[in-house]
């Protein structure tokens, strides 16, 4: 049997490992899942004939590259940072690779020696990046087929809690990586392009410059600028675009009650923080806040965040128990984003019967015969579980999908690539429709923009 290797078993691998359970009789594979922790790899496979679990320390070189060179194909769900001992060793094996993440500058490197072996590197093909990929070049493409000319591309995904989930005053929660959603948007300013003016945004704006979205039947949303727009102009081939901007999807209000915590310092990764693990939730608020030998932490709090008493900002930060002065923060020499994470996690991790929700939106401005036409495409995906997520779906089917592809020999383009050619997006949108992840598109009138006020 063709035999699959999987390493890592988190939260976004539920979907992935189904995918290849189900088809492992007629495709004839064996689905060897790895993990650090076997008992999460064992959890997904089951006693499924065709699948074993392994214990697989990607730090192990031994071990890693043991499992590696059984492996018709590679798939690696590690953190990003991770992946590239596992793409060595796969190029040295001769194994063809996929991985969801960004590619960093690390796996670029190995273009012209993958090229040289033949070997297909997959990246950016789960949800964000990859579905968001696949879902914009099929339009863009289409378009420009067509004699249009592309003019405004904007596109904004987020992960969010379904609304019957929806059980906080934040409407949010955990959906993927608690530690990523605690540091984003940092590491840059937000750079991007509206009608030929080019736009900043710093990391200390970023929480305060919104888009508004709405999305029939699901109300509406709000987005901040993703870190930087502007490289997706060589990307999807839109250099002369005049409007290229993508976001982060989340309800209305998040974005300003986010801001309280950058404002405070408590999103910092930069430094730890003494004597972290007997701090109390209280002794963590008020170390950011000045002294006074008479005002209490909340008074402080709200007098240095200009918070009115019937203010909504308020209640959120109650709601999150921040002025708990006896539950400890129990991390040692942690920062300030480490116990700011696990603060929240104490109120927005998933229940087990809670259901999250992935929410896409695409604009394509574009010309046409001395005429400017708008499309606009939305995609609404809900999860089932706690297990069983909207996110585990939209990041492991286009993974596993991209993967059974090239080793099927059907996607065969070499090299360290992401998923905007048509060899890539036609076969896997059009797989990933028969697992309800579709988008509805319609033609609207053309908002654009005012050049004399940009």
């Given at each position: 049997?063709?035999?699959?290797?999987?390493?890592?078993?988190?939260?976004s691998a539920s979907y992935l490992i189904k995918y290849f359970l189900d088809k492992s009789q007629t495709e004839n594979l064996h689905i060897t899942v790895g993990d650090i922790n076997v008992e999460n790899a064992?959890?997904?496979?089951?006693?499924?004939?065709?699948?074993?679990?392994?214990?697989?320390?990607v730090f192990n070189e031994e071990n890693r590259k043991k499992a590696i060179e059984k492996a018709a194909i590679v798939i690696s769900m590690l953190p990003a940072r991770f992946h590239i001992e596992v793409a060595k060793d796969c190029v040295h094996y001769g194994k063809n690779?996929?991985?969801?993440?960004?590619?960093?500058?690390?796996?670029?490197?190995?273009d012209e020696a993958v090229k040289e072996k033949g070997l297909v590197f997959m990246n950016e093909i789960g949800v964000d990046?990859?579905?968001?990929?696949?879902?914009?070049?099929?339009?863009?493409?289409?378009?420009?087929?067509n004699g249009g000319n592309m003019v405004l591309f904007e596109s904004f995904t987020g992960g969010l809690v379904a609304p019957e989930s929806d059980t906080n005053l934040w409407n949010y929660k955990f959906t993927w990586n608690p530690r990523n959603v605690v540091l984003a948007g940092q590491g840059g300013t937000a750079k991007f392009i509206q009608e030929g003016a080019y736009k900043y945004i710093p990391y200390h704006r970023l929480f305060r410059r919104t888009e508004f979205l709405k999305v029939e039947g699901y109300g509406k949303f709000e987005a901040y600028a993703n870190r930087?727009?502007?490289?997706?102009?060589?990307?999807?081939?839109?250099?002369?675009?005049l409007t290229l901007y993508r976001g982060t999807i989340r309800r209305v209000g998040f974005s300003r009650a986010w801001q309280m915590f950058v404002i405070l310092g408590m999103t910092d990764d930069s430094y730890t923080i003494e004597n972290s693990a007997e701090m109390t939730y209280r002794d963590f608020i008020n170390s950011f806040l000045p002294y006074s030998p008479t005002d209490s932490v909340e008074l402080k709090l709200r007098h240095n965040l200009k918070i009115d008493q019937d203010d909504t900002l308020w209640e959120k930060l109650l709601e999150l128990d921040i002025f708990n002065g006896t539950k400890k923060v129990g991390l040692d020499n942690a920062t300030p984003a480490q116990i700011l994470q696990k603060i929240l996690m104490d109120s927005w991790t998933l229940a087990p019967e809670d259901k999250d929700m992935i929410v896409m939106y695409h604009k394509f401005g574009y010309e046409?015969?001395?005429?400017?036409?708008?499309?606009?495409?939305?995609?609404?995906?809900?999860?089932?579980?706690?297990?069983?997520?909207?996110?585990?779906?939209t990041v492991g089917l286009p993974v596993a999908i991209a993967a059974l592809k090239?080793?099927?020999?059907?996607?065969?383009?070499?090299?360290?690539?992401?998923?905007?050619?048509?060899?890539?997006?036609?076969?896997?949108?059009?797989?990933?429709?028969?697992?309800?992840?579709?988008?509805?598109?319609?033609?609207?009138?053309?908002?654009?923009?005012?050049?004399?006020?940009?």
């Open positions: 049997m063709r035999n699959i290797l999987i390493i890592g078993a988190g939260k064992k959890k997904l496979v089951g006693d499924h004939p065709n699948a074993s679990a392994i214990f697989l320390d690779m996929v991985t969801a993440s960004y590619i960093s500058p690390e796996m670029k490197a190995l990046p990859g579905i968001d990929h696949m879902s914009a070049m099929i339009v863009i493409d289409r378009i420009r087929d930087d727009s502007l490289k997706y102009r060589s990307v999807y081939g839109l250099d002369d675009i046409k015969d001395g005429k400017k036409h708008q499309i606009e495409s939305k995609m609404v995906i809900l999860g089932e579980d706690q297990t069983y997520t909207a996110m585990a779906k090239i080793l099927n020999g059907e996607i065969t383009t070499p090299g360290v690539q992401l998923p905007i050619t048509k060899e890539v997006y036609t076969p896997i949108l059009k797989e990933l429709e028969k697992y309800g992840i579709a988008f509805h598109e319609e033609e609207v009138p053309y908002f654009g923009y005012d050049p004399a006020n940009m």
